[in-house]
């Protein structure tokens, strides 16, 4: 059964920092890709980050690029999420998903398997 586990989440100032961690379990094969996401409008959410584990290639949204760093630890099945600078708009519940393939890293179709997600308060 796969598990996503997100982590990290809590309540910082403008312009601090902070990093979120993704652990994930349950696959057969460690999943291709992994993603940051955060809620935007509805049910939609807004693609932050991903990473292609085994090339160890990254994308980002415009919205985050030079503050926000995607990285991982492939032995240990975790992603990291390295948020600087950060901004009372990024204030938002952020969520990890992985998949073992995808075409389209940032969109949230791409993904079957999430984790339940972690608050990021960013206050002004």
């Known amino acids: 059964q796969v598990q996503i586990v997100e982590s990290g989440g809590t309540s910082v100032h403008a312009g601090e920092s902070l990093i979120l961690t993704c652990t994930f379990s349950?696959?057969?094969?460690?999943?291709?890709?992994v993603g940051w996401f955060r809620r935007s409008s509805g049910y939609l959410r807004e693609g932050v980050a991903a990473?292609?584990?085994?090339?160890?290639?990254?994308y980002y949204a415009d919205s985050v690029k030079g503050r926000f760093t995607i990285s991982q630890d492939y032995a240990k099945n975790t992603v990291y999420l390295q948020m600087t600078n950060l901004k009372p708009e990024d204030n938002n519940i952020y969520y990890c998903?992985?998949?073992?393939?995808?075409?389209?890293?940032?969109?949230?179709?791409?993904?079957?398997?999430w984790g339940q997600g972690t608050q990021v308060t960013v206050s002004s």
């Open positions: 998903a992985a998949e073992v393939r995808t075409w389209k890293p940032l969109s949230q179709f791409e993904y079957k398997h």
């Open positions: 349950g696959f057969n094969h460690n999943p291709y890709i």
């Open positions: 990473i292609a584990t085994r090339e160890d290639q990254t």
